[in-house]
């Protein structure tokens, strides 16, 4: 709900032919764009001498002067409007004045505003004053003072404020964990009209019911482990699986971290086997006789990454992981491209080249893993069962 330029059907039966055109035309000339002049018919119009056009001149022009970018000549014709007491467009500028300083961050002038207009008692204004009331009492921390504010803005029949302050109020319920308050006024919003924001949070609200039961199921399962129960290791690793991912989708990464770290040291060593295979799921099995050639032992759960992958998963940041190792793919490509591709054939050249690709996945944190697993197959290869390479290779 917006202040607009428009006529009020209670002047309609007294207006007069000069004025009465005047304002249309203003109308017109700011909704063609032509703001500039739309204000001087709005001053021409004020200028007059009949006050039955006072109001609604004053409320376009602070409309026109607002958009034009002159706040304190949009606020001082606001004050004209309000100052008319006229029963339409009084209260419609004391909701554009409110809105204007509450966009500005004066909270305490916008809260006046809006009292101006429940002052009024004008239904159609008085729901969005209360949202606006609402919000402010938010904004500094009055949960309580809020709370009537918003039920009275609930129990309009408004569809035009109502779904959109039902989101506005279920979205704050959410983020304070009140979930099932949130799902009541996300309810009563949709019962008047449909809003895709209210849809999302009617989601967001099975979410964290969902979260709740799947953390009681691995709560449970521990219980029943420390007091001798026999406990399903299926359902226990798929409660600790969907734990963690949904706390993931929430945001809320460390939640999803802690929930596979418990997984992975439950108390019963089988449902510990079971979490681990979903956090593993998908993972890379190395071909034995590749790892064999390339002298290590053929031991595919020795693969030194897969670490820094069930750390990545469980922390929810695999994204992270792959642009690492992207990035460091191009960096080695790049230096060993470029002497490339300028035939180069100089010894040291190449050396150096080779030195940098070399070096390039010690700057990240599984760099030095890499590097301690080529010395590892590098020693074995060589059969000595010494270090074959210096310490502190090859950064040293």
């Given at each position: 709900?917006?202040?607009?330029?428009?006529?009020?059907?209670?002047?309609?039966?007294?207006?007069?032919?000069?004025?009465?055109?005047?304002?249309?035309?203003?109308?017109?000339?700011?909704?063609?764009?032509?703001?500039?002049?739309?204000?001087?018919?709005?001053?021409?119009?004020?200028?007059?001498?009949?006050?039955?056009?006072?109001?609604?001149?004053?409320?376009?022009?602070?409309?026109?002067?607002?958009?034009?970018?002159?706040?304190?000549?949009?606020?001082?014709?606001?004050?004209?409007?309000?100052?008319?007491g006229h029963p339409e467009f009084a209260p419609r500028a004391a909701y554009h004045l409110a809105v204007s300083y509450e966009g500005a961050g004066a909270d305490q002038e916008a809260r006046e505003a809006w009292?101006?207009?429940?002052?009024?008692?004008?239904?159609?204004?008085?729901?969005?004053?209360?949202?606006?009331?609402?919000?402010?009492?938010?904004?500094?921390?009055?949960?309580?003072?809020?709370?009537?504010?918003?039920?009275?803005?609930?129990?309009?029949?408004?569809?035009?404020?109502?779904?959109?302050?039902?989101?506005?109020?279920?979205?704050?319920?959410?983020?304070?964990?009140?979930?099932?308050?949130?799902?009541?006024?996300?309810?009563?919003?949709?019962?008047?009209?449909?809003?895709?924001?209210?849809?999302?949070?009617?989601?967001?609200?099975?979410?964290?019911?969902?979260?709740?039961?799947?953390?009681?199921?691995?709560?449970?399962?521990?219980?029943?482990?420390?007091?001798?129960?026999?406990?399903?290791?299926?359902?226990?690793?798929?409660?600790?699986?969907?734990?963690?991912?949904?706390?993931?989708?929430?945001?809320?990464?460390?939640?999803?971290?802690?929930?596979?770290?418990?997984?992975?040291?439950?108390?019963?060593?089988?449902?510990?086997?079971?979490?681990?295979?979903?956090?593993?799921?998908?993972?890379?099995?190395?071909?034995?006789?590749?790892?064999?050639?390339?002298?290590?032992?053929?031991?595919?759960?020795?693969?030194?990454?897969?670490?820094?992958?069930?750390?990545?998963?469980?922390?929810?940041?695999?994204?992270?992981?792959?642009?690492?190792?992207?990035?460091?793919?191009?960096?080695?490509?790049?230096?060993?491209?470029?002497?490339?591709?300028?035939?180069?054939?100089?010894?040291?050249?190449?050396?150096?080249?080779?030195?940098?690709?070399?070096?390039?996945?010690?700057?990240?944190?599984?760099?030095?893993?890499?590097?301690?697993?080529?010395?590892?197959?590098?020693?074995?290869?060589?059969?000595?069962?010494?270090?074959?390479?210096?310490?502190?290779?090859?950064?040293?």
């Amino acid at each position: 709900m917006t202040a607009t330029h428009g006529a009020s059907a209670s002047d309609a039966a007294s207006d007069g032919p000069d004025y009465a055109s005047l304002c249309d035309q203003a109308r017109d000339l700011a909704e063609s764009g032509h703001l500039k002049r739309a204000a001087q018919v709005y001053e021409q119009v004020l200028a007059g001498e009949d006050p039955r056009y006072r109001a609604r001149a004053a409320l376009g022009l602070a409309v026109v002067r607002h958009d034009s970018g002159d706040v304190g000549a949009a606020r001082e014709a606001d004050l004209i409007a309000i100052g008319t007491g006229h029963p339409e467009f009084a209260p419609r500028a004391a909701y554009h004045l409110a809105v204007s300083y509450e966009g500005a961050g004066a909270d305490q002038e916008a809260r006046e505003a809006w009292r101006r207009v429940l002052d009024f008692g004008n239904n159609r204004y008085t729901p969005a004053a209360h949202h606006g009331l609402a919000r402010l009492a938010e904004e500094r921390g009055d949960v309580e003072g809020a709370r009537g504010h918003w039920e009275r803005v609930l129990a309009a029949d408004e569809a035009a404020i109502v779904p959109e302050a039902a989101r506005d109020y279920a979205e704050r319920l959410l983020a304070r964990g009140a979930v099932d308050a949130a799902a009541d006024v996300v309810h009563r919003g949709l019962a008047v009209g449909e809003h895709p924001g209210l849809r999302m949070l009617l989601g967001a609200v099975h979410v964290e019911w969902a979260i709740g039961e799947f953390g009681a199921a691995v709560a449970d399962a521990g219980d029943a482990a420390r007091d001798g129960v026999p406990v399903d290791p299926g359902t226990a690793g798929a409660a600790v699986e969907l734990l963690a991912r949904l706390l993931a989708v929430r945001g809320d990464a460390d939640g999803a971290g802690e929930a596979w770290e418990h997984g992975l040291a439950h108390p019963v060593p089988e449902v510990g086997d079971e979490v681990r295979a979903r956090l593993r799921r998908g993972f890379l099995a190395p071909d034995p006789e590749s790892a064999e050639r390339a002298g290590a032992d053929g031991d595919a759960a020795a693969a030194w990454w897969d670490p820094y992958i069930e750390a990545a998963v469980a922390q929810d940041n695999v994204p992270l992981l792959t642009g690492e190792l992207f990035l460091a793919v191009n960096q080695i490509y790049t230096r060993l491209a470029v002497p490339l591709a300028g035939n180069e054939t100089h010894a040291a050249v190449l050396r150096e080249a080779i030195e940098q690709a070399v070096r390039t996945p010690g700057e990240y944190v599984w760099g030095r893993a890499l590097h301690d697993d080529f010395r590892e197959r590098l020693r074995r290869a060589a059969g000595s069962g010494a270090d074959v390479l210096p310490e502190g290779w090859p950064d040293a």
